[in-house]
């Protein structure tokens, strides 16, 4: 496997812990904890990636305006403290003016009040 199909896997193996996670909190019947699961999988793998040095590699193109809102919310919120918060603050910051969103765009703006809060305090 080439470094750009590495990179597209995680992509798409980063999009399918995010879109289970919010197929976990849309549904009928909201389940918690297999939403917390894949975010839980989803740490684990952003984990790994850093260790690798491939996290923004894999995320930064996540930003995107065709890719989902949940996708490209959970990309540029875990892009925040990696050095990427020029790129990453515009995007939460769309996204959290977004109502037709739903709540990506309530965790867009909670992203960016928690965060803009510890800037503050650094």
């Keep these: 496997m080439t470094s ?7 992509r798409e193996d980063f999009a399918a812990y ?16 297999e939403a917390d699961k894949h975010t839980d999988a989803a740490n684990a793998q952003i984990a790994e990636w850093d260790k690798q040095g491939i996290t923004s590699a894999v ?3 996540l930003l995107a305006e065709d890719q ?3 996708i490209r919310c959970a ?3 875990y892009l925040l403290d990696r050095d990427h918060a020029a790129e990453a ?3 939460l910051e769309a996204l959290a003016d977004n109502d037709d ?3 990506v765009a309530e965790e867009a703006d909670m992203t960016l009040i928690q965060w803009r809060r510890e800037q503050a305090e650094r």
Excluded at 4 to 10: F, H, M, R
Excluded at 18 to 33: P, V
Aim: charged residues 25%; aromatic residues 0%; negative net charge.
């Design 4 to 10: 750009d199909e590495a990179l597209t896997k995680a």
């Design 18 to 33: 995010i879109s289970a996670r919010e197929t976990a909190l849309d549904s009928d019947h909201a389940n918690a904890r």
């Design 59 to 61: 995320l930064l193109p």
């Design 68 to 70: 989902a809102p949940a």
């Design 75 to 77: 990309a540029a919120t």
């Design 89 to 91: 603050e515009p995007i």
């Design 101 to 103: 969103i739903g709540l």
